[in-house]
Nanobody, 125 residues
Framework: QLQFVESGGGLAQPGGSLRLSCALR????????VGWFRQAPGKEREGVLC???????NPAGSVKGRFTISRDNAKSTVYLQMNNLKPDDTAVYYC???????????????????WGQGTQVTVSS
């Protein structure tokens, strides 16, 4: 059974940093593309960053230069490092995964078959 354990959310001040972790259990992370998505109140879910099994990444324009994604296959964990946080980054953040070997990853949620429960990130002074 596939399981996600997300952690690292919380409250940060504008300009601050947070690191989210997504630990995947029950399957080999090496075979999966992983993405981070977020959903703010009253808004649709949007893709933030994704990483292929070969560590190619694809950032959304709104986070480019501020957020980075990385993976540690030995720990079956994917990280989202968020720097220079803004109030607009406030949302519930979800990690998601799908099994596929591709040259690039998508920020569309369509192919992502497996989802975590989400972790709240609030950016406020």
């Amino acid at each position: 059974q596939l399981q996600f354990v997300e952690s690292g959310g919380g409250l940060a001040q504008p300009g601050g940093s947070l690191r989210l972790s997504c630990a995947l259990r029950g399957f080999s992370l090496e075979e999966y593309t992983v993405g981070w998505f977020r959903q703010a109140p009253g808004k649709e879910r949007e893709g933030v960053l994704c990483i292929t099994e070969t560590s190619r990444t694809n950032p959304a324009g709104s986070v480019k230069g501020r957020f980075t994604i990385s993976r540690d296959n030995a720990k079956s964990t994917v990280y989202l490092q968020m720097n220079n946080l803004k109030p607009d980054d406030t949302a519930v953040y979800y990690c998601a995964a799908y099994n596929g070997r591709q040259s690039s990853c998508t920020l569309s949620d369509t192919p992502y078959a497996y989802w975590g429960q989400g972790t709240q990130v609030t950016v406020s002074s």
